[in-house]
């Protein structure tokens, strides 16, 4: 029997997640493990987010269709009019982004602002928990909509971004499936509101907004080995150092 095409990379998501939440066996020589990384990496080079998502979580990620779905329509009307009111707000003299070295540091005043806009009427807004049951503000998805007259689940990522910016190639978005920390744990749409700046530091405005499905979206794989300071500068690994 031959294997559909996109069965490899759905294993290969499968086994990145397991890997990803446990350490390797003992009994595998790090060689292998090295060699099995690299490979995932191949194999995820081109993918649908929604498979990568059910792999690591066993969710589904619904599309987005407010031409057909009437919870879906009121969902988009919900967030574009929040989101108006969000660059009216932080567009004001009074701002909080006034005087911000970096435009990063808005990020949470977007959220905040979002968030605090979106729960109201007939729908909920909060910080998606974790496996473990509590709340974490990194990590994605950033917010959970839920419309509470038909209980369907919306994961909302804000994003700022310069005006300039839309086609630079540039990193902007990560998933890292997680088995204790992960945030997704409804079948649901999956939403990104970018909202761009005009990159004049210190006197940030908002230009506009873009909402985003991510139904289609299709990400790659990018394996890479690290550390904290903590590991890196070590008694132990020091051959070196200033006054001694």
């Given at each position: 029997?031959?294997?559909?095409?996109a069965?490899?990379a759905v294993?290969a998501?499968?086994?990145?997640?397991?890997l990803?939440?446990?350490p390797?066996?003992?009994?595998r020589p790090a060689?292998e493990?090295?060699?099995?990384?690299?490979?995932?990496?191949?194999?995820?080079?081109?993918?649908?987010l929604?498979?990568v998502i059910?792999?690591?979580t066993?969710?589904?990620?619904?599309p987005f269709?407010?031409?057909?779905?009437?919870?879906?329509a009121?969902?988009?009307?919900?967030?574009?009019?929040?989101?108006?009111k969000?660059?009216a707000?932080?567009n004001?003299a009074?701002?909080?982004?006034?005087?911000?070295?970096?435009?990063?540091e808005g990020?949470r005043?977007?959220?905040?602002k979002l968030?605090?806009?979106l729960?109201?009427g007939?729908?909920?807004?909060?910080?998606?928990?974790?496996?473990?049951g509590g709340?974490?503000?990194s990590g994605y998805?950033?917010?959970?909509i839920?419309h509470?007259?038909?209980g369907r689940v919306?994961?909302l990522?804000?994003?700022?971004?310069?005006?300039?910016?839309a086609a630079?190639t540039l990193?902007?978005?990560?998933?890292e499936?997680?088995?204790?920390t992960?945030?997704?744990?409804?079948?649901?749409s999956?939403?990104i509101l970018?909202?761009?700046h005009?990159?004049?530091?210190?006197?940030?405005?908002?230009t506009?907004?873009r909402l985003i499905?991510l139904?289609?979206?299709r990400?790659?794989?990018?394996?890479?080995f690290?550390a904290s300071?903590?590991?890196l500068y070590?008694?132990?690994l020091?051959v070196?150092?200033s006054?001694?």
């Open positions: 029997m031959k294997l559909p095409v069965l490899p294993i998501i499968a086994f990145f997640c397991q990803n939440a446990k390797p066996a003992e009994a060689a493990a090295v060699r099995t990384v690299m490979a995932a990496e191949q194999a995820l080079s081109d993918i649908p929604r498979d059910a792999a690591a066993g969710k589904t990620l619904l269709q407010p031409d057909k779905l009437p919870a879906d009121a969902c988009r009307t919900h967030i574009t009019g929040a989101a108006d969000v660059l707000a932080l004001a009074d701002s909080p982004l006034r005087g911000l070295r970096r435009i990063n990020s005043h977007v959220e905040h968030a605090a806009l729960h109201a007939e729908f909920t807004c909060a910080v998606p928990h974790t496996s473990r709340t974490q503000r998805p950033d917010l959970r839920v509470s007259p038909t919306y994961y990522d804000p994003k700022l971004y310069e005006s300039t910016a630079s990193r902007t978005f990560y998933y499936p997680k088995d204790l992960g945030k997704i744990h409804d079948d649901a999956h939403l970018g909202i761009t005009d990159g004049k530091d210190g006197a940030w405005q908002l506009g907004w499905d139904h289609n979206f990400v790659r794989l990018k394996a890479e690290q300071n903590k590991d070590r008694d132990e020091t070196g150092q006054g001694r």
